[in-house]
């Protein structure tokens, strides 16, 4: 008798806050992978162009490749990604800033790691 193979999918919900401390080398960054990526059609490579050199959170944006910071974990495989950048107030002292707080308003149960619904 063998086990059927399951699989199991699971989200992955990463927030980073970053500070920028050289914007031209950030966006030039940026300039040079799109300029670098032979497989990128024309109209797409200049409306990315247009919007790196406009928005630095663009251009930081460009920069991350969630398939390269996961392509070498064993036994997992990437299927989808999405992330986008956007520039942000962030005060480091505020209380709505702080990590440990959970994203919804549903109860957590730190016994058992699971999201109580009461």
């Known amino acids: 008798m063998s086990t059927?193979?399951?699989?199991?999918f699971v989200r992955?919900?990463?927030?980073?806050?970053?500070e920028i401390e050289?914007?031209?080398?950030?966006?030039?960054?940026?300039?040079?992978r799109i300029a670098g990526d032979g497989e990128m059609p024309d109209e797409e490579r200049v409306h990315a162009e247009s919007a790196?050199?406009?928005d630095t959170a663009e251009?930081?944006?460009?920069?991350?490749?969630?398939?390269?910071?996961?392509?070498?974990?064993?036994?997992?495989e990437l299927l989808q990604a999405s992330w986008s950048g956007?520039?942000?107030?962030y005060d480091?002292?505020?209380?709505e800033w702080d990590l440990d707080e959970d994203d919804d308003?549903?109860?957590?149960?730190?016994?058992?790691?699971?999201d109580r619904v009461g």
Not at 4 to 8: K, L
Not at 59 to 76: K, S
Not at 92 to 95: F, G, M, V, Y
């Open 4 to 8: 059927p193979e399951t699989s199991r």
């Open 12 to 18: 992955l919900r990463v927030e980073l806050v970053l």
């Open 22 to 32: 050289d914007e031209e080398a950030v966006t030039g960054a940026a300039l040079s």
């Open 52 to 54: 790196v050199t406009e």
């Open 59 to 76: 251009a930081l944006a460009q920069l991350v490749d969630p398939f390269a910071l996961l392509g070498e974990v064993p036994g997992v």
């Open 86 to 89: 956007e520039e942000i107030d």
């Open 92 to 95: 480091p002292d505020s209380p």
């Open 105 to 114: 308003d549903e109860p957590y149960d730190e016994e058992d790691g699971v």
